[in-house]
């Protein structure tokens, strides 16, 4: 069972910036991938970003340049600092993390319960 707590969700004004972390916790074998996901209100969940072991981050278009994906494997943490925020941004934000179980069994994707980022203008 793998477990993501997420956690830095809060209220910021246009312009601002927050940092939202997340852990990973529990028995699995190891964690291929962690990133992030976000739904705003009335829209589908999209992918934010994304960092798989041996590459480099993936970014939504909408985030260049203002967001930044900081993982350590060692201690099974990822965090994301968010630059330059808009109205936009706002919404709940998921920790996101492909964990292979035990040696040779398929990844399995895994979300926290979320974080809310409000973006105020």
């Known amino acids: 069972q793998v477990r993501l707590v997420e956690s830095g969700g809060d209220l910021v004004q246009a312009g601002g910036s927050l940092t939202l972390s997340c852990a990973a916790s529990?028995?699995?074998?190891?964690?291929?991938?962690m990133g992030w996901y976000r739904q705003a209100p009335g829209l589908r969940r999209e992918v934010v970003t994304i960092?798989?072991?041996?590459?480099?981050?993936t970014y939504a278009d909408s985030v260049k340049g203002r967001f930044t994906i900081s993982r350590d494997n060692a201690k099974n943490t990822v965090s994301l600092q968010m630059n330059g925020l808009k109205f936009e941004d706002t919404g709940v934000y998921y920790c996101?993390?492909?964990?292979?179980?035990?040696?040779?069994?398929?990844?399995?994707?895994?979300w926290g319960q979320g974080t809310r980022v409000t973006v105020s203008t």
């Open positions: 960092q798989t072991n041996g590459q480099p981050p």
């Open positions: 996101y993390a492909s964990v292979r179980p035990s040696i040779g069994r398929a990844l399995v994707a895994h």
């Open positions: 529990g028995t699995f074998f190891e964690i291929d991938a």
